[in-house]
């Protein structure tokens, strides 16, 4: 479908640090828009974005305990598409990437797109990128693997023990009802249990939380995983597991290819 | 107010202001009027007292939920799991439930 009304969306990310990760490209859709949309996880973040823009509106009040976040989702959706329809030039700007564990940037755009408007998605430095260079971390050694907590808890997933576990949301981990914003010894022990069948209790874990001031230092807390139920965790916290396997030769396939490089050898 | 989020956009953008001691960040927090109680707090990285006077106030971050699980999904489970001979049965079954 092509665009028919002058309204557009453009979804930006901010990074996780004050000042530190905003790329050119954010920079300019903020200023450029004709209204801002803020969904950050911090106060002050906030205020930054509000210093970029003079119609800046906040999507925390969306939030509320109890209520369920798809319904806050959908409410982040509805006000952006609002002023889109409007024939506005609409930028949402969210913390992190927002199309990593975002789900209203996502759906914003593509709603905007069926509905004929142009919506782009222009990618930002998220909390997955910090956690590498903070832990020190490279995804392309032994292989990484990403889940969201509580999915990760209600299925059976094939866990590689010998490359990285990240689990992100832990703070919210066991949630069904989709209304909290917490978790609780209860739910976090369940959590060791589900992971008890690929890891020892005496595995070293990694909680994991990026700075989001500049004066901070990212929250780098390891405990064995035995701690995990009761350690206190919060909304941006993230759990990172080492591998506790090597990585295993797959004999045959070896074979084949050292076959290939010494048909190859001059 | 301003003059603290103008200070840490550039404490969060420049190299030298990130690194600074503390007594190089005092003297650049001064030089740009922050208020006295707020250069306290990011000395001290007191991100508490900062978030109180600058943004009081619950944050939520969290912004995706696992995706609703389709109720036809598990009985189509359990009809492909089920043997060929009593698969039309547990089919019915389903269906039924």
């Given amino acids: ?266 | 107010m301003s003059n603290v989020i103008d200070f840490l956009a550039r404490m969060g953008a420049e190299a030298d202001l990130r690194d600074a001691g503390t007594e190089a960040l005092a003297r650049e927090l001064a030089e740009a009027n922050v208020d006295g109680e707020l250069a306290a707090a990011i000395l001290a990285a007191d991100e508490d007292t900062l978030r109180e006077r600058v943004a009081p106030g619950t944050y939520y971050s969290i912004q995706l939920d696992r995706e609703k699980e389709d109720p036809n999904q598990e009985q189509e489970k359990e009809k492909k799991e089920a043997p060929d001979n009593d698969g039309a049965e547990k089919s019915a079954l389903a269906h039924s439930a």
């Fill in chain 1, 1 to 266: 479908m092509t665009a028919t009304t002058a309204g557009t969306l453009t979804c930006v990310g901010l990074g996780m640090t004050l000042g530190s990760h905003l790329t050119p490209i954010a920079r300019s859709q903020i200023t450029a828009a004709d209204v801002v949309f803020a969904g950050v996880s911090d106060g002050v973040v906030e205020q930054w974005v509000r210093r970029l823009h003079p119609d800046v509106r906040s999507l925390q009040p969306f939030y509320a305990e109890a209520k369920p976040r798809q319904a806050t989702y959908r409410d982040m959706v509805e006000a952006m598409l609002t002023e889109v329809r409007a024939g506005r030039r609409v930028c949402g700007v969210f913390y992190g990437h927002p199309g990593v564990f975002a789900q209203a940037p996502h759906e914003a755009v593509a709603r905007a797109r069926a509905e004929g408007y142009v919506a782009r998605m222009e990618p930002g430095i998220s909390s997955e990128d910090c956690l590498y260079a903070d832990l020190g971390l490279d995804p392309g050694r032994t292989g990484c693997q990403h889940f969201e907590a509580t999915q990760f808890m209600l299925y059976r997933r094939s866990v590689d023990t010998s490359a990285w576990l990240v689990l992100w949301q832990v703070g919210i981990a066991g949630d069904l009802s989709g209304g909290r914003f917490d978790t609780e010894p209860r739910r976090l022990a369940v959590l060791v249990e589900v992971l008890s069948r690929h890891y020892p209790p005496t595995h070293e874990v990694v909680i994991y939380r990026a700075a989001t001031l500049p004066f901070q230092t990212p929250r780098i807390e390891r405990m064995p995983l035995g701690s995990v139920q009761d350690a206190s965790l919060g909304m941006p916290d993230t759990l990172a597991i080492p591998p506790c396997t090597p990585l295993e030769p797959d004999l045959a396939i070896r074979a084949r290819l050292a076959e290939f490089a010494a048909s190859e050898a001059p």
